[in-house]
């Protein structure tokens, strides 16, 4: 699977979008990008993920570079709520298992 | 609608004792994961299973033995407990549905057990 890297900590303001980043630059054609989030002492939460086009749910956006290299998930109006590790998660779904390999994430701080 | 649930929320033992954590799911998923959480690491994969009396390593099994007798649970044994294993421990299933030629990888995480050895 391919590795990710994403900043270790950001902030954003209350009602604003967060946007947070994650480099794949080895992701392979099939390998899908999926991104979780975990809310402090809670467990991971699915949030999104996608192929090569860009995809939006009732929670976030996740826009991909028509390269694939990197990717950026868009909280559209984030809140006190949405603070949490999000984890940017690229792998092959080969039909035999479903294994996710966690990074560290992006620590999102939400403000007033 | 219970969902996915774990047992105990908190254990404390001693190195050397055998120690099981439950995890039970209510959606009859055919997957079913165990990861462990330290400081400073992001989650890691100890087993996994695909189906019942199916099971498989992920990144670190060593010292931990799983079965899956049914489909809905998925216990995780400590055989002889080390410090080492200190850690949170989260419980995932999913359903493992295909779409468009992959699998639909969401997995449903439980609460976790934290686990102190002594």
């Known amino acids: 699977d391919a590795k990710t890297t994403q900043p270790t900590s950001m902030d954003c303001a209350e009602g604003r979008a967060a946007n947070l980043p994650c480099n794949h630059s080895?992701?392979?054609?099939?390998?899908?990008v999926y991104w979780y989030r975990q809310i402090h002492s809670q467990g991971p939460q699915y949030i999104i993920h996608?192929?090569?086009n860009n995809e939006t749910n009732e929670m976030a956006s996740l826009i991909i570079t028509e390269d694939r290299k990197s990717s950026t998930l868009i909280l559209p109006h984030a809140t006190l709520r949405d603070t949490a590790v999000y984890y940017c998660?690229?792998?092959?779904?080969?039909?035999?298992?479903?294994?996710?390999?966690f990074g560290t994430g992006t620590r999102l701080q939400v403000t007033l | 609608d219970a969902g996915i649930t774990q047992s105990p929320r908190y254990k404390i033992t001693e190195t050397g004792r055998q120690v099981t954590l439950m995890c039970h799911q209510t959606w009859s998923h055919s997957y079913m994961f165990w990861y462990r959480q330290d400081l400073g690491h992001g989650l890691r994969l100890i087993y996994y299973?695909?189906?019942?009396?199916?099971?498989d390593k992920g990144e670190v099994p060593d010292g931990y033995v799983v079965s899956r007798s049914k489909t809905e649970n998925f216990p995780l044994t400590l055989e002889s407990a080390t410090r080492s294993q200190t850690s949170v421990y989260f419980c995932?299933?999913?359903?493992?549905?295909?779409?468009?030629?992959?699998?639909?990888?969401?997995?449903?995480f439980g609460p976790g057990t934290r686990l102190t050895v002594l």
């Open positions: 995932a299933s999913s359903d493992g549905r295909v779409l468009a030629g992959g699998l639909w990888n969401e997995q449903f």
């Open positions: 998660i690229v792998r092959l779904d080969t039909g035999t298992a479903s294994k996710l390999t």
């Open positions: 080895t992701i392979s054609g099939n390998e899908y």
């Open positions: 299973s695909a189906a019942a009396d199916i099971t």
């Open positions: 996608g192929l090569k």
